[in-house]
């Protein structure tokens, strides 16, 4: 009996491992998906570019395109950008960001996006969170 249980306990093992295995590699997503995914955001977002590195996308948006999209006036973007107001449709626009190609992300492994609202290489704004 004893070495019943044995035999049983080791099929289990085995088919376990072995489910665990082929889950595993349905989620692990070449770098190629990666690549296809960031040139594909790249090619539709139109105020900004992609990139990423191990599991994060970085996402550097231009500030005077965000103005136009947004309908900032493009004198006024320093100003509005620290206004309450201002800071909550940047906000907002991150959001629909992150919900519009988030699950693109997530499917090709990404667990993070940080976007980064530049100005001649200087962060005006900062956004990161979790997908």
């Known amino acids: 009996m004893k070495k019943f249980h044995l035999l049983f306990a080791g099929l289990i093992l085995f088919f376990s491992?072995?489910?665990s295995n082929l889950v595993l590699?349905?989620?692990i997503k070449p770098i190629e998906d990666k690549k296809?995914?960031?040139e594909n955001f790249n090619e539709a977002f139109e105020v900004?570019?992609?990139t990423y590195e191990g599991n994060v996308v970085y996402i550097e948006m231009d500030i005077k395109a965000l103005s136009k999209v947004l309908g900032w006036a493009p004198d006024?973007?320093?100003e509005y950008c620290k206004t309450n107001n201002g800071q909550e449709t940047y906000q907002l626009f991150c959001d629909y960001v992150k919900e519009s190609h988030g699950f693109e992300f997530e499917k090709s492994g990404f667990k993070n996006i940080q976007i980064n609202l530049m100005k001649k290489?200087?962060?005006i704004l900062y956004y990161n969170e979790n997908i």
Do not use: H, P, T, Y
Request: charge should be negative; hydrophobic fraction near 55%; avoid cysteine.
């Open 48 to 50: 900004g570019q992609a």
């Open 17 to 19: 491992l072995l489910f």
């Open 36 to 38: 296809n995914v960031i």
């Open 76 to 78: 006024m973007f320093e």
């Open 25 to 27: 590699a349905d989620n």
């Open 121 to 123: 290489d200087e962060i």
